[in-house]
T-cell receptor, first 108, second 116 residues
């Protein structure tokens, strides 16, 4: 079965520090991977998808098939980045499989 | 607000009672998903509709759970004979046709169930 693992439940950094939120997946096919974010008191929403190779709010994520990873990175964290981040993969079916989430806290 | 709406937002019930949640997707979205999220976990897939057809069901969806989308618009999720383990946030999401491949689901705010 498809599985998405986010090894860190909590990541705490100071403002301006680099951030890396880890995500590993297990899927034998061609994975489609995504990062979702949930800010305080807001809905879960899509942040970025690997296929678009985009940078959103300064975040990027590179798919590494050799390491089966899709880590989310930002060179300089901002306080407004504090949120829950979920890595997700899309399989041959029609649903997303989510990881357990990482809470990012950016301290002033 | 034209996003996905869910009702009720909170439900407290006693063990053994039945509960029903409603989801109204974004109007032009033909795909609708139900997820369940427990504390400290990510959302877990329950079931998926394309229009009125229920196309996928997770093994998590026991016989006590039933979901419908009779006219291909709103959906209901009913839990019969609730158990304390059913306590969770029930999330609904919708998407456009073909969006499954792009992974963009639009989520509601969720319905939080507490079973006493």
């Amino acid at each position: 079965a498809q599985r998405v693992t986010q090894p860190e439940k909590l990541l705490s950094v100071f403002k301006g520090a680099p951030v890396e939120l880890k995500c590993n997946y297990s899927y034998s096919g061609s994975p489609e991977l995504f990062w979702y974010v949930q800010y305080s008191r807001q809905r879960l929403q899509l942040l970025l998808r690997h296929i678009s190779r985009e940078s959103i709010k300064g975040f990027t994520a590179d798919l590494n098939k050799g390491e089966t990873s899709f880590h989310l990175k930002k060179p300089f964290a901002q306080e407004e980045d504090s949120a829950m981040y979920y890595c997700a993969s899309h399989n041959a079916g029609n649903m997303l499989t989510f990881g357990g989430g990482t809470r990012l806290m950016v301290k002033p | 607000d034209t996003g996905v709406s869910q009702d009720p937002r909170h439900k407290i019930t006693k063990r053994g009672q039945n509960v029903t949640f409603r989801c109204d997707p974004i109007s032009e979205h033909n795909r609708l998903y139900w997820y369940r999220q427990t504390l400290g976990q990510g959302p877990e897939f329950l079931t998926y509709f394309q229009n009125e057809a229920q196309l996928e069901k997770s093994r998590l969806l026991s016989d006590r759970f039933s979901a419908e989308r009779p006219k291909g618009s709103f959906s209901t999720l009913e839990i019969q004979r609730t158990e304390q383990g059913d306590s969770a946030m029930y999330l609904c999401a919708s998407s456009l046709p073909g969006a499954a491949s792009t992974g963009e689901l639009f989520f509601g705010e969720g319905s939080r169930l507490t079973v006493l």
